[in-house]
């Protein structure tokens, strides 16, 4: 793998862009999805964000300044997007966040590339009835094990917020999983 710094230097020369690209997109391209996926919860719309997400790396690159990692950058614009697309999806239909991401859970059952059992759906349905900011906190600790600090630059918050996001979290799902 080439290093993140020899990365983004090659992203910024035109004679080695479109190389670098690939490599960026190959390479990140995967956890970008899960992430997108994540927070949007359908296969076509997580290809639709990633893909806008990779079209905003791509015109932004001059502008990172490397102050953070690439990839937390990367993550910063693919939630961003994510998050974008659902205000549009619930401004478009008519309708809140909350009843957007419970037809989103519902159109789960129904989605061919979800592969989850009725455990895992169950899961789904507790992690989208969490606040928004409690939801991305679990999401990238949980199931992508990033560590509270890169979360923090990820999400521009405090780690001792974002404990307190994912502790209150894991309460609400718990609690959640136990109905029924």
Do not use: C
């Amino acid at each position: 793998m080439i290093a993140e710094e020899t990365l983004v230097r090659q992203l910024k020369q035109r004679d080695s862009q479109a190389d670098a690209f690939e490599v960026l997109v190959n390479t990140y391209k995967e956890p970008l999805y899960w992430h997108i996926r994540r927070i949007v919860l359908n296969h076509d719309d997580a290809d639709d964000v990633l893909q806008n997400t990779f079209i905003k790396v791509y015109r932004n690159i001059a502008n990172f300044k490397g102050e953070s990692k690439l990839y937390t950058w990367m993550y910063r614009i693919a939630t961003n997007e994510a998050l974008s697309f659902l205000k549009k999806k619930a401004k478009h239909s008519g309708i809140g966040d909350s009843e957007t991401q419970e037809r989103l859970v519902q159109n789960l059952e129904a989605d061919v590339y979800f592969e989850g059992d009725e455990i895992q759906l169950k899961l789904q349905k507790a992690i989208a009835s969490l606040p928004e900011k409690q939801k991305l906190v679990f999401n990238m600790k949980y199931f992508q094990e990033m560590k509270y600090e890169e979360i923090s630059e990820i999400l521009e918050t405090s780690v001792g917020g974002l404990k307190a996001s994912y502790h209150l979290a894991v309460k609400k799902i718990e609690a959640f999983l136990k109905e029924d």
